[in-house]
């Protein structure tokens, strides 16, 4: 009997808030999907294998393969996917660029809208909103771009779910947002080109780490100040404080002793490996290489 997409799309649901309260997480915080994974006992490694979006391999020690050479929103909602394919008791699935089967195959499809109500519940997608005080009517490309960041997938993911899955951004909306790109909006941001990642946090960053790449920046509070040599303090600008990663490992950025503190860590550009290794320093990795 053929299944239609609604009731898969509503077993992804029952799925997905499943798997959160697995995880010891709540239905509307963000989360890190890399950290989720592992602690359902699914080892992450990132690979370079530029024709490949992600792999999954049912095995007795399953593993989820993500391509290094994505941008961290992709490999975010790519490993959301995999996953997917692991609680739903799929066999091995290599899932090719774009993910060209997802709209014929059921078994894509689970997976794909598992990973979107996973990473971008509805009541952590309107809690934010309500939170900032937004209207998704009057969304702005930099709300947009925040809000994105702030789930950890990409810009125009982020648009498609919420406008499509969830049914709470008007189409007129969607689409004029659409129209922007992310580097775009990182450029009017700085008032210069950035093609580096920029994270814009504030002090409702709390349920997770902010996870960058050597070279991308993080854009605090005007008031923070950063721990660690892995970050550098870049310029004071009128919307906040710049910071950069500068080498593998963890730092911090607060505001005030009381007020806020996020832990921000570091990744090689493109790490290749397994992630448990990811944000270790390079006396560190020197030891387990």
Known sequence: MK???????????????RVRQMGHK???EPLCIFDLVESLGVEVRFCDISSMEGMYCRASQPIILINSLRPSGRQAYTCAHELGHHVFGHGTCIDEFEYVKARHSPIEFLAEVFAGFLLMPKLGVQRAFNIHKWEPSSLSPLQAYYLAGFFGVGYSTFLLHINRTLNLLPESTSKSLECKRPLEIRSSILGEECSRNLHIVDNLWTSRSIDIEIGDFVLAPQESIHEG?????VDMIKCGSLFRGVSQGVGRISVGEEKWCGFVRISKKQFVGRNIYRYLDDSQSDDVS
């Open 3 to 17: 299944v239609d997409q609604r009731t898969l799309a509503r077993q992804a649901l029952a799925k997905a808030m």
């Open 26 to 28: 709540t239905l509307w």
């Open 229 to 233: 040599k892995c970050l550098e303090h």
